[in-house]
């Protein structure tokens, strides 16, 4: 037996074929429309109840809802602007349009109408029909008007019935939409030039981020889609002798998703010649207030327990100062392991191997939740701003400052590093840290390097995410994304040839105890975890209904198995590695000390099979993993 919503659909499928059988074309292109209907609503405000106004007006929109009571019928419509009431009444409206609305149309059509303003004895802003014109028959049936989409995920993956449900998510985009066109008249006015730079570089720089990678055919050549908004091409631009740039667009970190982080989204980046980081603090403080002057026509805002008014002083928070404050750590003089112990004594759990920066960068952002602002952090330490310059009153600080509101950064910005020996010894501190295994660590761009000899003058920089606008909103940043990525319904429909596994293989020869076999399997699935576990899922982090935050584990059981010898562990990373995929392996070693450093000197002064594997985990391809492992009996 059919449901309603099948019915309907089958209902309305015999109506469009009845149509077309009939000479009626269900989807004309063109259709003369006079008036919007808000245009009609505010010339027509003076006419009293049961008045009729002179001259013919066309309106076009779609049909919300039908009220058919025989001699007389009404039909609210909506267009971009507004809703009006459409009415079809006996002795007024001709039969055959009377007759034509009946027969053929339903709620959810786009129809044009032609008649006279009118307003009902109740009141109601009407157009009396003489003329409608079918311009879209609907198949589908909309949300019920009442309930609309209430399941979120359903909500965003169908943002289009969304906006036409809910009257505040369209007007949400609306605002959005005059947010960035006041930013870019804002800097206009204050002379800056909009440009734009490419999306797609040889090397991802501009900022600490993990990049997304694609392969350009036509140049047989890498690439990776930006993770900034052209930093060092704006910067290109001051060497150009342009000497106030900006750039409004889309940039893409391949990173987790949170309520204030998505992996692509819209960024603004501006770059001001012979200014430095106070001055940027000075303009960016009046844009900001500008910003919500002009899109909310207010400055004071609550967001979750914060409440900030951006009319009022904005006070200067020292970096090192207020982490010293809350938690007791100078960054300056501690040490890398008293920093672990100190935010597992705060947040219960440190990634491992961390790096001093992103040490530090935990730090701050356990301080950051406490401040409401408005604020400047300002004293940022070198190792979290490779392409700042230097304070020189302490040279292990830089001129850089930070938006704070809300407890969240919502804005960047600093005195430009114009200095090439400075930027090239960043560059290559920064590329060590990648080659050990940080992904957001900055590549060394020595063309850049090379602009920088030829000589950039003193610049200010700043770039501010649509974030700020989901703050203004009080919104999740996904809440604000007209169309935000989602993963796809029907994901069982995925190839099995292009499915990807994960397959850990321990070593029997090694003869581990219990925990030590337990211990193997946790650094492996850990280890493949930080380094392809952000590429397995589309949301890493998910809100309850209370906003608490719950991370989501990679998708990907790991199957386990058992190799005979050290031997064969070998083989298999030989194997596992010329046909392309992913092998994590684990030796003695790294069990038998937690000393970073002394398992690289090990390790360094033997060679590669007399090292002694006690786990090894490959990942890729379904068939090529099954493949390259179907010699391996399951463990037991």
């Known amino acids: 037996m059919m449901g309603r919503e099948e019915l309907i659909i089958q209902e309305r499928l015999k109506k469009l074929h009845a149509l077309k059988a009939n000479g009626i074309n269900p989807y004309p292109n063109k259709f003369e429309r006079s008036h919007y209907a808000s245009e009609l609503i505010e010339k027509h405000k003076g ?21 058919d009571f025989g001699k007389i019928a009404f039909a609210v419509v909506q267009d971009n602007s507004a809703k009006i009431q459409v009415t079809l009444q006996h002795g007024s409206t001709p039969e055959a349009t009377r007759e034509f609305f009946a027969k053929w149309i339903d709620s959810g059509d786009f129809i044009g109408v032609e008649g006279n303003i009118i307003r009902t004895e109740r009141g109601e802003l009407s157009v009396l029909a003489n003329k409608i014109t079918l311009l879209t028959k609907s198949i589908l049936p909309l949300p019920d008007k009442h309930h609309g989409l209430k399941d ?12 036409l449900t809910d009257p505040e998510t369209k007007a949400m985009f609306s605002r959005k939409a005059k947010f960035w066109n006041t930013m870019r008249q804002f800097l206009i006015e204050k002379g800056f030039l909009e440009v734009e730079t490419p999306v797609l570089e040889t090397s991802a720089g501009g900022a600490a981020a993990t990049p997304f990678k694609t392969h350009h055919n036509a140049l047989n050549l890498d690439v990776f ?9 704006q910067k290109r631009l001051m060497v150009a002798g342009f000497d106030k740039t900006f750039e409004i667009g889309r940039q893409f970190r391949n990173e987790g998703m949170d309520a204030e982080h998505l992996q692509d989204y819209t960024q603004m980046e501006f ?5 430095n980081y106070e001055d940027g603090m000075d303009l960016v403080e009046e844009m900001y207030k500008e910003l919500a002057k002009e899109v909310y026509s207010k400055t004071k805002f609550t967001i979750g327990e914060h409440t900030f008014d951006l009319s009022k002083s904005w006070k200067k928070i020292d970096y090192a100062s207020e982490i010293k404050k809350e938690t007791g750590i100078d ?21 491992p191997n961390q790096s001093k920066q992103n040490l530090i960068d935990s730090l701050w952002k356990y301080c950051r939740k406490k401040i409401s602002g408005p604020a400047f952090l300002i004293g940022h330490p070198v190792e979290v701003s490779p392409l700042a310059k230097r304070d020189p009153k302490d040279e292990r600080k830089v001129e850089r400052f930070q938006i704070i509101l809300g407890g969240s950064e919502v804005g960047n910005g600093y005195s430009e590093l114009n200095d090439p020996i400075d930027q090239e010894e960043r560059f290559v501190q920064q590329q ?3 080659d050990a295994g940080d992904a957001e660590a900055q590549e060394h761009d020595k063309d850049f390097v090379e602009a920088l000899k030829y000589g950039m003058p003193p610049t200010c920089g700043f770039g501010v995410s649509e974030r700020l606008f989901a703050f203004f909103e009080g919104k999740p940043l996904r809440e604000t994304v007209i169309f935000p990525l989602m993963k796809p319904e029907n994901i069982s429909s995925v190839k099995d040839s292009e499915t990807k596994v994960a397959v850990a293989v321990l070593n029997k020869e090694s003869k581990l105890e219990r925990w030590q076999e337990l211990n193997t399997i946790a650094h492996l699935s850990s280890s493949f975890a930080a380094r392809k576990g952000r590429d397995l899922f589309m949301q890493d982090t998910i809100l309850t209904k209370d906003d608490g935050k719950i991370k989501l584990n990679i998708q990907h059981a790991i199957m386990i198995k058992e190799a005979n010898s050290n031997k064969d ?9 010329k046909n392309g995929l992913d092998v994590v392996p684990f030796t003695r070693e790294m069990i038998e000390t937690t000393n970073d450093k002394k398992v690289i000197e090990i390790t360094r002064s033997k060679k590669h099979h007399e090292l002694d594997y006690l786990g090894v985990l490959v990942f890729g391809l379904k068939k090529t993993v099954e493949r390259v492992t179907e010699q391996f009996k399951l463990y037991k």
């Open 47 to 67: 006419l009293k109840n049961g008045g009729k106004a002179s001259g013919k007006v066309s309106i076009a929109g779609r049909i919300i809802s039908i009220r």
């Open 152 to 163: 979120d995920e359903e909500r965003l993956r169908k943002r289009y019935l969304d906006i």
């Open 225 to 233: 889609l930006r993770i900034s908004m052209g930093e060092l091409w």
């Open 271 to 275: 770059y001001w010649g012979y200014a």
């Open 331 to 351: 960054i300056f003089k501690t040490t890398e392991k008293e920093m672990e112990k100190k935010l597992r004594e705060l947040n219960g759990v440190v990634e």
């Open 432 to 434: 060590e840290m990648k």
């Open 569 to 577: 562990l070998l083989n298999l990373m030989e194997v596992a590695q």
